[in-house]
Each structure stands twice: as structure tokens, then as C-alpha cells.
């Protein structure tokens, strides 16, 4: 996967510990703040990023939204998402220029700005400290990365 995949990739997946959170029942708490546990992920042989974070501001049947910043040797860049838990594509805000879908069981599907697709589910722990994301990422040229990636709430 080259840099340009990479980034579209790791937005894909930090949104999806937004949709992580987001079982019935408990929703994930909204207002919170999550980061990438870069030691107890596995990138699947994807470039590895420095940092993720996540901002979940809204998390309701019909009203998720969400603000992620994603850093890696290339910079930072950061996206966000507003959307509902119906598996319909909506595009996200930023620079790049990502489709998001997510359903209530925590399936989530990426269509990305560059080609890439990511397509996984979150699974929220259940004291709601932590995340995981599970994702099959294919880049633009067809090469296959599976990836397993921790978040823990911040606050």
C-alpha cells in the first residue's frame, strides 16, 4: 500500500471506532475522545501510522457524528462524518474525499477518495474503554491488507 493509500485507509478505520461504540445497547458516550493504540494494533503489513484520533460528537440511531486526525510521516490531516446508522454511502469532510457507511451491528464500508475500499466491524468492549476494529483493506492496485486496530477512550 503506498503513502497516498495509507492515509485514506487510516481515516477509514478511525471512523469506524465511531460506529465501534455505537451498540445497542449501550451507545458509545458522546461527547469522547479515543486514540490508536499503535503497540496493541496489527497493520496487516499496511503503512503504519503515527497517531489516530477520534471525536465522537453526536451518537444516535439517526444522528452519528464524528472528527478523526490522522498523522503519519506524510502529516496530518483530518475528516469528519455526519451520518446514520443506515448503510447508506455518505461522503465525509475533508481532504480525502472518502465515502462512509456504517450499520447498527458495527459493519462499517469505505470507498476511497484514491480507490482504496476498506470494509470491517467495530466491536466496542464492554465497558466502553476501548475499541476494536477489524477491517479488510484493498488499496487502488488490488493488494490486500488485513488489519486489527485497538482505540482506548481518552475521555
Known amino acids: 500500500m503506498n503513502p497516498r493509500t495509507a492515509l485514506p485507509v487510516a481515516f477509514a478505520l478511525s471512523a469506524l471506532s465511531l460506529a465501534a461504540l455505537a451498540q445497542n445497547p449501550p451507545l458509545a458516550p458522546a461527547p469522547s475522545h479515543w486514540k490508536l493504540n499503535v503497540s496493541?494494533?496489527?497493520?496487516?503489513?499496511?503503512?503504519?501510522?503515527?497517531?489516530?484520533?477520534?471525536?465522537?460528537?453526536?451518537?444516535?440511531?439517526?444522528?452519528?457524528?464524528?472528527s478523526r486526525s490522522v498523522v503519519t510521516?506524510?502529516?496530518?490531516?483530518?475528516?469528519?462524518?455526519?451520518g446514520a446508522y443506515d448503510g447508506k454511502l455518505r461522503p465525509t469532510t475533508g481532504a480525502m474525499h472518502d465515502k462512509f457507511s456504517i450499520r447498527r451491528d458495527g459493519t462499517f464500508h469505505v470507498e476511497g477518495g484514491d480507490g482504496s475500499t476498506v470494509d470491517g466491524t467495530i466491536i466496542a468492549a464492554d465497558d466502553l474503554k476501548s475499541y476494536t476494529e477489524t477491517a479488510t483493506?484493498?488499496?487502488?492496485?488490488?493488494?490486500?491488507?488485513?488489519?486489527?486496530?485497538?482505540?482506548?477512550?481518552?475521555?
Not at 496493541?40 to 499496511?46: E, V
Not at 490486500?144 to 477512550?153: A, P, S, T, V, W
Open 73 to 82: 510521516s506524510k502529516g496530518t490531516s483530518t475528516e469528519s462524518w455526519r
Open 40 to 66: 496493541a494494533s496489527d497493520f496487516g503489513g499496511a503503512p503504519q501510522p503515527t497517531s489516530i484520533t477520534t471525536n465522537i460528537y453526536a451518537d444516535t440511531e439517526s444522528n452519528l457524528r464524528w
Open 137 to 155: 483493506v484493498k488499496d487502488k492496485d488490488g493488494h490486500e491488507f488485513h488489519e486489527k486496530l485497538i482505540f482506548d477512550r481518552v475521555k
